[in-house]
């Protein structure tokens, strides 16, 4: 029997744990104690930070695991890259995790390699904010180098708003640094899930998102498939592959996020290598494609990945979370709203009540649907 490692178990992990059972591994998990729900899932459960390293790599070689992965988490990336490298398991190179993982990084190697990218500039720790951005213009959005779910992201409109915006990012951050781009404005967000194996790319499927908009553009829904022309499709594909190429992400699933101006010009904000949060590609490629995503990150970590094979499925999938903006949501997850042409797949409700979204740990349930006719939009929204 082969021994995955997992390195994180909170709800995010469970899907990955939940598969790998399924397919007849023994599956190790890393994590501390608060919130892994997937120790009771897992064959061994260590009670270790997932950025210890060196402590979770000797335990891999006394496991003699083989293969390591996790979905869903820019924090375990480094720590998946460092584990592989040094046992000779499938994955990215540690100088890849870092460019993946790393705002900053990223976006140079992106801006490098010609991929459209909006104008930006990193901030750190005391430096002098406004002479960082002095040709730069409003409006700009700032957000923490090595963060993801939206978390220490701020719309800025004027200059006396700055301070404040990157003072919160840098507090975020890992590396107490932030990043500052020029926003683009008239757009649409989307992301693009996609999977690759010995460097090269599959782009699965692209998502619409719903955000609450300025200042912190916490996601509300996902739909998929993206509503874009097959010209479109094509482009991004090839902008997403470059930007892959760039970061090289040789092994498993990537997340890239990008801007649709109403022109359907193409930006790029941002490529990481793991499957994309918010049940998008634990649940929704699956649901809208055939494609069994979590199946292919696992024989990617493997060495055993054997291509793309789209199966039966639903033309569209999504999901909605609860929040200030979304309450009728609460409805649909207490079975007092009924959705026509829609099938509830599943859903939990977190909590009866909902604060401001400043990020997408914030919100308090959500609900994923199914269909073969339409996306559920309910009215007005």
């Not at 990223?106 to 010609?114: E, K, V």
């Amino acid at each position: 029997m082969k021994t995955l490692a997992v390195i994180g178990a909170g709800y995010l992990q469970l899907p990955l744990v939940t598969k790998a059972k399924q397919m007849g591994l023994r599956v190790i998990c890393f994590a501390w104690p608060e919130g892994a729900v997937c120790a009771e899932v897992c064959d061994v459960f260590y009670p270790i930070s997932i950025v210890d390293r060196e402590k979770i790599l000797e335990i891999c070689r006394s496991e003699r695991v083989d293969g390591v992965t996790s979905i869903a988490s820019d924090v375990a990336v480094p720590t998946i890259s460092y584990v592989a490298q040094k046992m000779g398991l499938v994955g990215n190179s540690v100088e890849s995790a870092a460019k993946s993982t790393n705002k900053y990084l990223m976006r140079q190697a992106l801006w490098d390699a010609g991929v459209p990218c909006p104008k930006f500039v990193v901030v750190s720790e005391g430096e002098n904010v406004s002479s960082c951005v002095d040709k730069m213009s409003f409006p700009l959005v700032v957000k923490p180098t090595d963060r993801s779910g939206s978390m220490g992201v701020t719309r800025v409109d004027h200059n006396d708003e700055l301070g404040t915006a990157v003072t919160t990012a840098i507090s975020d951050s890992f590396c107490h640094k932030a990043i500052v781009e020029e926003c683009i404005t008239d757009m649409r967000e989307i992301s693009v899930e996609g999977i690759s194996w010995n460097g090269q790319y599959h782009l699965l499927q692209i998502t619409d998102k719903v955000t609450t908009g300025a200042p912190h553009y916490v996601e509300l829904a996902h739909h998929q498939p993206g509503c874009i022309s097959e010209e479109l499709r094509n482009r991004i594909a090839e902008i997403v592959s470059r930007g892959i190429s760039a970061l090289d992400i040789r092994y498993g699933a990537s997340h890239a996020e990008l801007m649709i101006t109403s022109d359907d010009r193409v930006f790029v904000t941002e490529i990481g290598a793991r499957m994309g949060g918010d049940f998008i590609g634990s649940d929704l490629v699956h649901l809208s494609t055939g494609y069994d995503f979590l199946e292919g990150v696992i024989k990617c970590a493997l060495g055993e990945f054997d291509g793309i094979r789209f199966g039966a499925h639903s033309r569209f999938s999504g999901v909605w979370f609860y929040a200030p903006q979304t309450r009728w949501v609460r409805d649909v997850i207490n079975g007092r709203t009924a959705m026509q042409n829609v099938d509830l797949v599943s859903c939990e409700l977190q909590s009866e009540d909902v604060v401001p979204l400043t990020r997408s740990a914030d919100r308090s349930g959500y609900f994923i649907y199914k269909s073969d006719i339409e996306r559920f939009n309910p009215k007005g929204v």
